[in-house]
Nanobody, 122 residues
Framework: VQLQASGGGLVQAGASLRLSCAAS????????MGWFRQALGKEREFVAA???????TYADSVKGRFTISRDNAKNTVSLQMNSLKPEDTAVYFC?????????????????WGQGTLVTVSS
């Protein structure tokens, strides 16, 4: 599975952004798809994940503001980010894993995209 993330940019606090991730490879629909982020000088942290059936989970820091979704027919996963805060500034990574669990740690995911930078100014 190859992942290509896009949609990052520079926005002001309170604005919205939508990240997209295009996946290539077979059997996309069975993979858990997730988003992680890594701020400068910090460890990579879980943001959100979605199972093949649409079941989702979110980090507490983004719950109610971010929405993850997927289109299995188009092999894409998206992250709609609303009410952005300066602390959301980070490189965002799309990730995938062939599992029926809901991994929350970076080492539990095998496939990673290249990352897209989101900068939120105050």
């Amino acid at each position: 599975v190859q992942l290509q993330a896009s949609g990052g940019g520079l926005v002001q606090a309170g604005a919205s952004l939508r990240l997209s991730c295009a996946a290539s490879g077979r059997a996309f629909s069975r993979y858990i798809m997730g988003w992680f982020r890594q701020a400068l000088g910090k460890e990579r942290e879980f943001v959100a994940a979605i199972k093949w059936n649409g079941y989702t989970t979110y980090a507490d820091s983004v719950k109610g503001r971010f929405t993850i979704s997927r289109d299995n027919a188009k092999n894409t996963v998206s992250l709609q980010m609303n009410s952005l805060k300066p602390e959301d500034t980070a490189v965002y990574f799309c990730t995938a894993e062939d599992t029926q669990q809901m991994p929350l740690m970076p080492h539990e995911y095998y496939y990673w995209g290249q990352g897209t930078l989101v900068t939120v100014s105050s």
